[in-house]
């Protein structure tokens, strides 16, 4: 198989069509994590975000409901993680409304959103390199949901608890930069869950992962989802959107394209002519 460029959809290291294809299967019979209720956690309503004369995104409309999972794709430039800044107040939209369980985020400020509910991970995944591994979680865990009533060790805590559920614990007093990228990974997403997220936005956790990491990963983010915390993953690794995510949203130039199960929008001549291919569309079963 060729070898993906960055912001190219990506399958899961097989080195052929048909173990792509019977992969992906496979991973569609195992199940799309907890069920999710009616209950809307997440509303966008035609956000857009202008940036001078640079439209980044434009009428992007989505809802996240309670225990889902939600994936957004799209090409490098598509404007996700631009949605995923206003949704956590790093930028403000230009336009639309966002709000969480009732509440209209617009305007407020990041920490004050973390402390509601909302918590994320980043792309490039850069630890306190002088902290250790608990340390780091520790920062996360004064954070958040209870972060502000929460000791130094009440902290300290939490970090361990959390560091367990993401097989860190052994590392714990490990300077957090001898970590390999699969550690580091884990490392950033035990930092948003020390914040007690409702919501949890993944952007891109699986970048650098190959084979049983992407699979370990995707087992993580399912025992999270399986505790009640909603979900909305940026991911180019279309065997874990396929994977995990009830509904899919895709974006293509900052607008909307397609919204759906992963089967249907995998499907959508739209999505296979705007980021998929034709090659992925041609493995997809009739």
Do not use: W
Not at 57 to 79: D, M
Not at 109 to 115: A, D, M, N, Q, T
Not at 218 to 236: D, K, W
Not at 243 to 259: F, K, N, P, S
């Amino acid at each position: 198989m060729d070898q993906a460029r960055p912001g190219e959809p990506t399958m899961d290291g097989a080195t052929t069509d048909s173990a792509v294809t019977g992969s992906l299967e496979a991973t569609r019979r195992a199940g799309n994590g907890a069920a999710a209720s009616g209950e809307v956690v997440l509303q966008v309503r035609d956000a857009t975000k202008r940036f001078g004369g640079v439209v980044a995104v434009q009428g992007i409309s989505f809802e996240v409901r309670r225990g889902e999972i939600v994936g957004l794709i799209g090409p490098n430039g598509a404007g996700k993680t631009t949605l995923v800044n206003l949704i956590t107040g790093v930028e403000r939209p230009t336009e639309g409304t966002i709000t969480f369980e009732g509440i209209v985020l617009n305007g407020r400020k990041p920490h004050v959103i973390g402390r509601m509910g909302i918590a994320r991970t980043f792309q490039v995944v850069r630890p306190f390199a002088n902290l250790t591994v608990l340390e780091n979680v520790a920062v996360g865990a004064m954070y958040g949901t209870g972060g502000h009533r929460r000791t130094a060790a009440e902290a300290m805590r939490k970090a361990e608890e959390v560091l367990d559920l993401v097989h860190l614990l052994p590392r714990r007093d490990d300077p957090a930069a001898s970590l390999p990228i699969g550690g580091r990974k884990r490392l950033e997403l035990a930092k948003a869950l020390a914040m007690e997220p409702r919501l949890l936005l993944l952007d891109e956790v699986m970048a650098g992962l190959r084979g049983a990491e992407i699979d370990e990963a995707m087992a993580l983010i399912r025992t999270v989802n399986a505790q009640g915390i909603s979900i909305l993953v940026i991911e180019h690794v279309m065997k874990v959107i396929v994977g995990i995510c009830q509904r899919v949203v895709v974006l293509d130039y900052g607008r909307q394209i397609a919204e759906g199960t992963p089967d249907e929008v995998t499907r959508d001549p739209a999505v296979i002519r705007a980021y998929l291919g034709k090659k992925y569309g041609a493995r997809q079963p009739a």
